[in-house]
């Protein structure tokens, strides 16, 4: 988590913009949640998708602490010109160990004002702003059991 934190204070010192950040596999908890959100709201155009897959997050305070961010970022959910649609963001954090991944979601949904994380695998797109979930979660109830 230290680590993630350099590395955020970096991207936002020298104005690196990135589409997707891969922290797969790298043992972070929750708290490199915040300091993820912390880059979205700091970063001045929009992170499409943050890998965060096969971790060790397990709290809702990293995670909904992101979604509330998220809900007042205007650059959220994401238009993409090329197809005239929205997408939301793209958050991977399958493999972790959140315990009840579905009970989860239903705290984001207040978070994200009364709205659901999208759960599907794909990347998804809406016509309507206002139809896009802001956050999705691939593969989100697929969690370990136990930390490695």
């Not at 990135?18 to 922290?23: C, V």
């Not at 499409?48 to 992101?66: D, F, I, K």
């Not at 649609?85 to 959140?98: E, K, S």
């Amino acid at each position: 988590d230290p680590g993630l934190r350099q590395l955020v204070a970096l991207l936002q010192r020298c104005d690196v913009h990135l589409g997707i950040l891969n922290l797969d596999g790298n043992r972070l908890t929750d708290s490199s949640l915040v300091a993820i959100s912390e880059l979205l709201a700091a970063s001045r155009l929009p992170l499409q998708e943050v890998r965060m897959a096969s971790n060790r997050m397990q709290g809702s305070y990293g995670l909904v602490h992101l979604a509330r961010g998220l809900k007042v970022n205007a650059k959220y959910p994401l238009f993409k010109a090329e197809m005239n649609r929205f997408t939301p963001f793209v958050l991977h954090l399958a493999g972790n160990i959140f315990e009840k991944p579905m009970s989860v979601t239903q705290l984001l949904r207040e978070a994200l004002g009364n709205k659901l994380p999208c759960l599907e695998e794909d990347q998804r797109f809406w016509e309507v702003k206002n139809d896009c979930p802001l956050l999705q979660l691939p593969c989100f109830s697929q969690q370990r059991s136990t930390m490695i």
